[in-house]
């Protein structure tokens, strides 16, 4: 992939990836938003340092290298001083990314209406307004899903997290899937048997522990244990970034959009997956590669 597309949002700029060399050991976790990036992260810092009492401080020692909000100086000057393997976060889909040919690439993915209805309650934990427009309070006429289906995957609306984007990440992501560096992981899959998605992810990795110490770090990355310790886990946990950094690790269910859609609006959604989306990539991104459900 020589020509990386343009994604500039509010938050977004996959430009500042220009300042970043990449290193062939590098681990590099991309994701729509809230479809799994802090679980993943935190499973590889684990795996990387084996210790399950690890200080991720996710947002520093594997910074979303994309967002505005930190000079980009400062994040290039920080990862090129590193000496350990690094791993670095992205929103941005694989066509907008530099594109290493040994650097490890581990995407995930979780069903569109539940990535949408955990995006609404981020919204609402952070305070900042940027999408107070897309994301309104008190929406009685339904704007939030409206935009949801119409927003495109590009521009203003990258950030905002509409389903072109989530659809574009998944395309972008399944064309390279065939590399040996690339990897896709689903949401449900991870929390069916998050002790597999360990293995997996170490092997990809190239590390081995023995049993005792890989079930202590699978302890360390349950939901329960997450969100018990969300000062330690959350994005920036601690730093008053977040309202509440408990409430970003908000329920870590599935299908929390059964009966708050109507079904003109589920039509609505039923008719753009059938539009991009054969069935068979449909059932993967809605479900994983367990078993498949029905609703």
Not at 127 to 149: C, I, K, N, Q, S
Not at 268 to 285: K, N, Q, V
């Amino acid at each position: 992939m020589t020509e990386r597309k343009l994604y500039l949002g509010p938050l977004t700029d996959n430009r500042r990836w220009d300042m970043i060399t990449i290193r062939p050991d590098d681990v590099f976790v991309v994701t729509p938003p809230k479809c799994g990036t802090t679980w993943m992260q935190t499973i590889v810092a684990l795996l990387l340092s084996g210790d399950p009492d690890v200080e991720t401080e996710l947002s520093v020692k594997m910074p979303w290298v994309d967002i505005r909000i930190r000079e980009m100086s400062e994040v290039a000057d920080r990862l090129e001083a590193m000496t350990h393997r690094r791993s670095m976060k992205s929103h941005t889909p694989m066509d907008g990314l530099p594109l290493g040919d040994h650097a490890m690439y581990l995407c995930v993915f979780r069903h569109p209406l539940d990535a949408h209805f955990s995006y609404r309650n981020h919204v609402r934990n952070i305070p900042m307004p940027w999408f107070d427009m897309w994301y309104p309070e008190d929406d009685t006429d339904g704007v939030t899903f409206r935009r949801f289906l119409d927003g495109g995957a590009e521009g203003f609306d990258t950030d905002a997290m509409p389903l072109a984007h989530i659809l574009r990440h998944y395309k972008a992501a399944k064309v390279l899937a065939d590399r040996r560096n690339v990897a896709l992981f689903h949401y449900t899959d991870m929390k069916r048997d998050l002790p597999g998605t360990f293995a997996m992810v170490a092997e990809l990795l190239g590390l081995s522990y023995s049993d005792a110490v890989m079930a202590e770090l699978v302890q360390a990355a349950t939901f329960d244990n997450m969100k018990a310790h969300a000062d330690r886990y959350a994005p920036s946990g601690g730093k008053g970034f977040m309202k509440s950094d408990s409430a970003f690790f908000h329920s870590g269910t599935n299908e929390k959009w059964h009966g708050k859609l109507t079904e003109a609006e589920l039509a609505a959604y039923d008719a753009m997956m059938d539009a991009h989306l054969t069935p068979a990539e449909r059932a993967w991104l809605e479900y994983g590669s367990g078993e498949e459900h029905r609703y």
